[in-house]
């Protein structure tokens, strides 16, 4: 029988706000259920997930979360247990889904070119970035040398319509992803264009070779 979760939400009343105060780590964040509504407190900031959040924390002793640490530490700690969050429309609400399922759903998306850096936080939250490519040859090279830099649900996406790349991943992997296409956006060199024609050509006579085993097979 499926079994059907509610989604809870934490709601803070405001007067609450002012004594929510800072705590050692282990205390406050025992797991990530009690960790979103410590955050809530710190942060008045509400939690929207679907039934109990899975998942353990730890931490060494000294570590405490404070109401300047608390948004960017439970965002990476929610990215370490396979969950990650999203801002809704109010700005004040998060929904906490599947990582997995972060494709499927909005996130927030900045724009940047060989000039212009990407406005993100220094947190584990996905944003999309389209980036202007200087050279939009090179986007197809950038693209697939970029794909095992990616975190585990990031995506990318080589749009050769506008001459742009669509990058998704967490805030803090962007910005290193920027930094790496920024210094590939290069104008390629003759060597390197002659390569290409060469494996273009390769890889068009594989395709001819495998369409006439197919119709060598059917008949």
């Not at 109010?90 to 927030?108: E, G, H, L, Q, S």
């Not at 220094?122 to 202007?132: P, R, S």
């Not at 200087?134 to 697939?144: N, Q």
Request: glycine fraction near 4%.
């Amino acid at each position: 029988m499926k079994k059907i979760f509610f989604i809870s939400a934490i709601v803070i009343p405001s007067f609450f706000v002012l004594t929510a105060k800072a705590g050692d780590f282990k205390t406050k964040c025992s797991d990530l259920t009690q960790c979103a509504e410590t955050v809530s407190l710190l942060t008045n900031k509400q939690y929207l997930f679907p039934g109990k959040l899975k998942g353990k924390i730890k931490g060494t002793e000294g570590v405490n979360i404070t109401a300047e640490n608390a948004d960017s530490l439970y965002s990476h700690i929610l990215h370490e247990n396979g969950y990650t969050r999203v801002l809704l429309e109010d700005k004040k609400t998060y929904r906490i889904i599947n990582a997995r399922d972060v494709r499927y759903t909005p996130v927030p998306q900045v724009t940047s070119d060989f000039d212009s850096s990407p406005n993100l936080p220094t947190n584990a939250d996905y944003h999309m970035m389209t980036y202007e490519m200087k050279f939009p040859l090179a986007s197809t090279v950038i693209t697939r040398s970029l794909r095992p830099f990616m975190s585990r649900y990031g995506r990318i996406i080589d749009n050769k319509i506008n001459g742009t790349l669509v990058v998704q991943d967490t805030a803090l992997n962007l910005k290193r992803l920027y930094g790496l296409i920024r210094q590939m956006d290069k104008e390629p060199s003759r060597e390197m264009r002659k390569k290409w024609r060469e494996d273009k050509e390769r890889w068009h006579q594989i395709k001819l070779e495998k369409a006439k085993n197919c119709t060598v097979d059917k008949g």
